[in-house]
């Protein structure tokens, strides 16, 4: 047996576990130990040289560590995408975010707003400045802490209108999902996978990546709210 050892971030925390269980069916000589943390602390992690053979992360966050040369250059592999969705608590009314004008209106209307440490929060608070309202409702913003789902926020009560990866927002109780974010300001994630410079067994990882990006996953994806890469 052999055990590959996996780190990534909670965005695709369900679908790998899903996809590992996939991948183990048709070659049982392989286990996956996979552990999803927040993605900032996953990257530190590889960064401070903890023993990893792959690393599944946002492509920019990968290739900030090919850079450095934590992960083997070469060894990307573009998974999937994600996109980012709008959520209320349950019971409340939906706001329109079906055009900009209609998410922007809603984002000025709402009391409280959430997002992550991920890459959904870094472009959606460049939204913000971008549509010249960021000082305006900087004392509204509830950031989650690394690893916390915004959806548990927005069940606590805690955030009127939270934003994330559809794939975390997804089966969170106590909150709906009103839908992505209209395409003229939709924020799409690729998140790789990458042999990380510590793994004894880069072969069995590429291997990995290869089934994971085949046509044999393309529906799990679809299940976990995400597309093919």
Do not use: N
Request: proline content about 5%; aromatic content about 4%.
């Amino acid at each position: 047996m052999t055990t590959l050892r996996l780190i990534s971030s909670m965005a695709t925390k369900a679908l790998l576990a899903d996809l590992g269980a996939l991948y183990t069916a048709h070659v049982p000589s392989i286990h996956i130990q996979l552990e999803s943390v927040g993605g900032v602390d996953a990257a530190h992690r590889v960064q401070a040289g903890e023993a990893f053979d792959g690393v599944v992360l946002a492509s920019d966050a990968i290739d900030k560590l090919m850079a450095s040369g934590h992960v083997l250059a070469g060894s990307r592999a573009d998974l999937v995408r994600s996109g980012v969705a709008v959520a209320v608590p349950a019971g409340q009314p939906l706001p329109d975010i079906s055009t900009e004008a209609a998410l922007l209106a809603a984002v000025l209307a709402a009391p409280t707003l959430g997002y992550s440490t991920g890459p959904s929060g870094v472009q959606l608070a460049k939204q913000f400045e971008a549509w010249g309202i960021a000082e305006h409702i900087k004392d509204r913003i509830v950031q989650a802490k690394p690893g916390v789902p915004v959806g548990t926020l927005v069940a606590q009560g805690e955030v009127a209108l939270g934003f994330q990866q559809l794939s975390e927002m997804r089966g969170v109780p106590g909150i709906t999902v009103v839908g992505g974010l209209p395409q003229a300001v939709e924020i799409i994630t690729t998140f790789s996978g990458s042999v990380a410079a510590t793994s004894t067994q880069p072969e069995a990882v590429q291997a990995l990546w290869a089934f994971w990006r085949s046509a044999a996953c393309t529906a799990l994806k679809l299940q976990h709210g995400m597309q093919a890469a």
